[in-house]
């Protein structure tokens, strides 16, 4: 089926320093959602969008929704050891449809 | 709010036996829940939809014999893995769409780690 892309992999940044990770889809989402997850447990909602254009913050993360609707971005700002895990972008067309999920991105903070 | 939990946290079995899982939604209703499989370094695994009151429909390759799911209630949904082999082990996660406002989103449990032994 189709996944949404988010490159690279893996992503190191020492920390203090920003980030910013891209997601990108060949078609158009409704909804765009941020999810992190760590070792061992369930991904954790970070932010969602729901308007093309929407830049919406959440503490030090700042997420986009692209005005074509087929990309988002999501931005950490002054990067902390426990920003440390790996970062999902999803897409939704509607209430109730199923995620096209990207294949994450694993983030390392050097202290 | 909008806490989905699931139970067991981690199972062990022996192969040949059935495993039930549940999530529940413990603050809202939801009327469709999702149940995904992820293998290590992987993304989630789409295995199936489940609709409160009818039947899951599974994606392609997913043996719905058996990966059976049942969702009983606006707050509970079931999957048993009948016949479990080694091969099922795996990090089990299941979700719940939440829609507040016109807004949609899926709020995911913590998984549920399964070992066949």
């Known amino acids: 089926g189709q996944q949404l892309n988010q490159s690279p992999q893996s992503m190191f940044i020492q920390e203090g320093e920003d980030v910013s990770m891209n997601c990108t889809s060949s078609s158009i989402f409704n909804t765009w959602l941020w999810y992190k997850q760590d070792p061992g447990e369930g991904p954790v909602l970070l932010i969602a969008l729901y308007k093309a254009g929407e830049l919406t913050s959440n503490g030090r993360l700042t997420a986009q929704f692209g005005i074509t609707r087929k990309d988002s971005f999501l931005n950490i700002s002054a990067s902390i050891p426990s920003d440390v895990g790996i970062y999902f972008c999803?897409?939704?067309?509607?209430?109730?449809?199923?995620?096209?999920f990207g294949k994450g991105i694993t983030l390392s903070v050097r202290p | 709010g909008a806490v989905v939990s699931q139970h067991p946290s981690r199972v062990i079995c022996k192969s040949g036996t059935s495993v039930k899982i549940e999530c529940r939604s413990l603050?809202?209703?939801?009327?469709?829940m999702f149940w995904y499989r992820q293998f290590p370094k992987q993304s989630l695994m789409l295995m199936a939809t489940?609709?409160?009151?009818?039947?899951?429909?599974?994606e392609q390759g997913v043996e719905k014999d058996k990966f059976l799911i049942n969702h009983a209630s606006l707050t509970l949904s079931t999957l048993t893995v009948t016949s479990a082999h080694p091969e099922d082990s795996s990090f089990y996660i299941c979700s719940a769409s939440y829609t507040s406002g016109g807004a949609y989103t899926q709020y995911f449990g913590p998984g549920t780690r399964l070992t066949v032994l």
């Open positions: 603050d809202f209703q939801a009327t469709t």
């Open positions: 489940s609709n409160e009151g009818s039947k899951a429909t599974y």
């Open positions: 999803a897409g939704s067309t509607g209430a109730n449809s199923k995620l096209t």
